[in-house]
């Protein structure tokens, strides 16, 4: 048990899964594990284990927002050993051709800060995805019927932002969409020699201003868990 998970050892699989919310942690367990089981409820910050095809997988809130989701990582890679983190979120659209309801594959993170800005001081570190990782859930997003965005995405602290300025300059610089999270845990990944990636669903658009209702959010979701599991144990 640690501070904030309170599993044993050998009820966390080395692979994870780690929506932002926790009871779509449930929803996916509920959905797509065979035999799942809850793990944590510390916090109601719900995680489940359970098998896909055979291969024992963890499915863990993480929270909103880096601070939160950095406490969840960290733990998991050095109380539980976890070897593959994969985020399963969602964000708002930053170019015209992605639209609500697409998939992103985040292969970069930028920020203006993360948890780790403090080791990092002056240097500008570029979080980015596992490779194999990546190329897995390209190759998985290609045999279904949802269209998919590879590319950069934004980080950020905020999801009330002041910042138009800053936001103009990562439309223009072709960034996909914001979130809140991949870039800490890919700056955790690189720390601690793990597999992390980003796989994101757009459920609001910075341009058009639409979004999808929560209750529409889990049915889109489905595509991005089975794309992740896929990639996973690929
Ligand atoms: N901003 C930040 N985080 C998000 C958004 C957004 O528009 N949508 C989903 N997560």
Redesign the pocket.
Known sequence: MTIHIGAKPEDIAETILMPGDPYRAKWAAETFLKDAKCINEVRGMLGFTGTWNGNRVTIQGSGMGMPSLSIYANELITEYNAQTLIRIG???AMQENVKVRDVIIAMTATTLSTPSSGIFKELNFAPCADYSLLEAAVKASRSRDVATHVGGIYS?DV?YDERPDLTDQMMRHGILG???EAAELYNLAARHKRRALAILTV??H?ITHESLPSDQREKTFGDMVEIALEAAFA
């Open positions: 969602s964000c708002g950020s999801f914001v979130e809140m459920s609001d910075l």
